[in-house]
């Protein structure tokens, strides 16, 4: 019983091993399909950088176990967009300096893929709330704030209808 | 920073899991696992099995009965939050959980794991002591009913025996248009509150009382009920002088003094958050005190 299968689909990929039952999510994709995208900060689950989408909500994949998500589709910051291609957010990242070591960022952009996908019209407060569930130690959350709404003033753009 | 082994367990039935709990040797209940796993990773908790209540459907969901709410024990902290059944019948809890973690925990996080856990200072064991909750408890003994103070008994202890869980809890619900309010200090959002205070009031056309609820939490181990100030309200007609008797009682209270705080510093805090919680449910229940 100490030893499980878990069996989950991973950026639209299937995947299935045997593992420990305490192996966390966060390890699983790191060490097990060799997803190295999210980051493991604080592993109790503070810090954010290991942020997840599992069903299409963010979770910490530290605080779970990847027994638990036997069965679900799981989005990692490498599945957010076509390989060798960045999504509008992460462009806007880059624009704002919305990140410095990058160590954080891939939670950062999980969690804001989020709201935006919800949110898409944020307010400032409503972008910083979202965010205080992932720390940074460089930016100081301007950068990232920015990039944020940027990113959302630009995917509403890009839902426009052309007007001559 | 890795938890120590156990095995897994993950029932599909109540009875099912009721019976690994029964038989298994130092097992755990695992529910949202947002406080759990953190403990386990720092092995301050370990255990030989891990029974996950994930797969038992049929302790999530809300259902709306004539007096009373019920939620169960593995409803989403965010699903909750999002419910229009809870916002139109328990406005208090939705205004809660905004203060409850952060978005990623309460996608995870269940109401019955916050119960269970008893920290002193969380949200929702507040909003369930305002509400007089009461607590649906599951072992192979069948479901037994507990009032909700009876659920604390010590410093994040409570009276569930070891082979026991929550299934479900009752809400009491006050009358539509009843007034709420809800204040704490932390010092991020999202962090554990030092002080925390929750009013309900229910509040005739003639301006009286009906009704008043005054909660207070992070100030002792578990939620506590201000009685002195819910009796003065209670009958009077709503004034501003009214509001600040009420507070005032709320700082008879012996709070905790820990790392985070004096215990002054919580009564202090008790007294201004039950005035501002008592100030917003007057306004929402339509009246200018």
Redesign the interface.
């Known amino acids: 019983?100490?030893r499980?299968a878990a069996r989950m689909n991973v950026n639209g990929k299937s995947y299935a091993r045997v593992v420990?039952?305490?192996l966390?999510l966060a390890?699983f994709l790191r060490h097990e399909i060799n997803l190295t995208g999210t980051h493991v900060g604080c592993?109790?689950?503070v810090c954010?950088a290991c942020?997840v989408l599992?069903n299409g909500?963010?979770?910490?994949s530290?605080?779970?176990?990847a027994?638990?998500a036997?069965g679900c589709e799981v989005t990692t910051v490498e599945g957010l967009t076509p390989e060798g291609k960045l999504s509008v957010l992460q462009q806007a990242f880059i624009d704002n300096h919305g990140l410095q070591c990058g160590f954080c960022t891939p939670g950062m952009l999980v969690?804001l893929t989020?709201l935006l996908r919800d949110t898409p019209d944020p307010s400032e407060q409503e972008v910083r709330?979202?965010l205080?569930?992932n720390l940074c130690r460089c930016t100081g959350y301007a950068g990232i704030v920015a990039a944020a709404l940027d990113a959302a003033r630009r995917l509403r753009d890009a839902d426009k209808p052309e007007t001559a | 920073m890795k938890p120590a082994p156990f095995d897994y367990h993950a029932p599909r039935q109540l009875k099912e899991a009721a019976e690994l709990l029964a038989k298994l040797p130092n097992a755990k209940v695992l529910a949202g696992g947002q406080s759990l796993v953190p403990m386990m990773n720092f092995r301050y908790v370990i255990v030989d099995h891990l029974v996950d209540l994930n797969g038992l459907d049929e302790l999530r969901g809300i259902v709306v009965g004539d007096e009373r709410l019920r939620i169960g024990a593995m409803t989403r902290q965010r699903d909750i939050e999002t419910s229009p059944e809870i916002a139109k019948h328990c406005p208090l809890m939705v205004e809660a959980l905004h203060h409850v973690g952060h978005r990623q925990t309460r996608n995870r996080g269940t109401i019955g794991g916050s119960l269970a856990h008893a920290d002193p200072a969380a949200e929702l064991p507040a909003v369930c002591a305002a509400h007089d909750a009461v607590v649906h408890v599951a072992s192979v003994r069948g479901i037994r009913q507990i009032a909700f103070h009876e659920l604390g008994s010590g410093f994040m202890a409570t009276t569930l025996a070891p082979d026991e869980m929550i299934a479900a809890i009752d809400l009491q619900v006050w009358r539509q248009g009843h007034g709420y309010g809800f204040h704490e200090f932390a010092r991020r959002q999202g962090d554990f509150a030092l002080a925390g205070a929750t009013a309900l009031l229910d509040i005739g056309a003639d301006n009286v009382v009906r009704r008043a609820a005054l909660t207070l939490f992070g100030v002792a181990t578990s939620p506590v009920r201000v009685e002195a100030a819910e009796t003065r309200l209670t009958g009077q007609p709503l004034t501003s002088g009214a509001i600040r008797a009420a507070s005032a009682a709320a700082r008879q209270i012996e709070p905790i003094s820990d790392i985070h705080a004096s215990g002054e510093y919580r009564r202090h805090l008790a007294q201004v958050l039950s005035s501002r919680a008592l100030n917003d449910a007057a306004q929402r229940a339509g009246v200018q005190a």
Request: charged share 25%; hydrophobic share 30%; aromatic share 4%.
């Open positions: 019983m100490g499980q420990d039952a305490r966390t390890d592993e109790h689950g954010g942020t599992v909500r963010t979770a910490r530290c605080l779970m176990f027994v638990q036997n969690t989020e709330e979202a205080t569930g």
